[in-house]
């Protein structure tokens, strides 16, 4: 398997624009998780996913952040209209499970965004 | 004060020295996680564990739940040892991990 695959791995926008981060999880795994990692605040979970359902939303900061799986295989984070204080790398990762011993993370190369 | 807490932030040692990274936290667990971010930013899950030992290679993790406690050692450091460790824990209540910040590893050949 190819690992959890994220697009793009870097993004320079300007303030205000609309930012789409993807990933792909590895086939078969039933969780999905996104996070964002900065230097103040070191890793934090955004939002995971059980099954393409959002079950835990409370580590998105705003109403500009969102996050959608239209299937298993396919998830998105959009960050509109994004904000300077947006800039981080942002981790997408996937496990069999999210609670048990087979519930590892899987972590994506990470995407590199820097809104100026 | 963060709900998990390593110790130290900065490390720097010399090839073969014995490393000892250290993890408290203050919630009840279901798991603690150790992870290790390469300088590239790719992050690697070492080890799972929810009680005693578990060891790979040169790297052994511990902990201690009614001291609410782990560690990482890494034996026979060599410098591709240099990277972040991270320590995450499961919260028992939420099912959510919860970071701490990092220990930056320094190996000098």
């Known amino acids: 398997d190819a690992g959890v695959i994220q697009s793009p791995r870097h993004e320079v926008t300007e303030m205000g624009q609309e930012v789409t981060l993807r990933c792909k999880p590895i086939?078969?795994?039933?969780?999905l998780f996104w996070y964002r990692q900065t230097m103040m605040r070191g890793l934090e979970l955004l939002i995971y996913?059980?099954?393409?359902?959002?079950?835990?939303d409370s580590g998105m900061p705003e109403d500009r952040f969102s996050a959608k799986m239209p299937n298993a295989s396919f998830s998105t984070l959009k960050i509109q209209p994004s904000e300077p204080r947006d800039s981080a790398v942002y981790f997408c990762?996937?496990?069999?499970?999210?609670?048990?011993?087979?519930?590892?993370?899987?972590f994506g190369p990470g995407t590199r965004l820097t809104v100026l | 004060k963060n709900e998990v807490e390593q110790s130290p932030q900065n490390l720097t040692a010399q090839e073969g020295e014995f490393i000892t990274i250290n993890c408290s936290y203050s919630v009840g667990i279901s798991a603690l996680h150790w992870l290790q971010q390469h300088p590239g930013g790719g992050i690697v899950s070492l080890f799972m564990?929810?009680?005693g030992k578990k060891k790979h290679g040169r790297l052994i993790a511990t902990i201690n739940i009614q001291e609410k406690h782990s560690s990482l050692h890494i034996t026979a450091s060599h410098p591709r040892d240099s990277a972040v460790y991270i320590c995450?824990?499961?919260?028992?209540?939420?099912?959510?991990?919860?970071f701490g910040t990092g220990t930056l590893l320094a190996v000098q050949p």
């Open positions: 086939s078969g795994h039933d969780y």
């Open positions: 564990l929810s009680s």
């Open positions: 996913f059980n099954n393409n359902v959002p079950i835990d």
């Open positions: 995450a824990v499961r919260d028992g209540a939420t099912n959510k991990l919860i």
């Open positions: 990762a996937s496990s069999l499970g999210a609670g048990g011993v087979t519930d590892t993370q899987y």
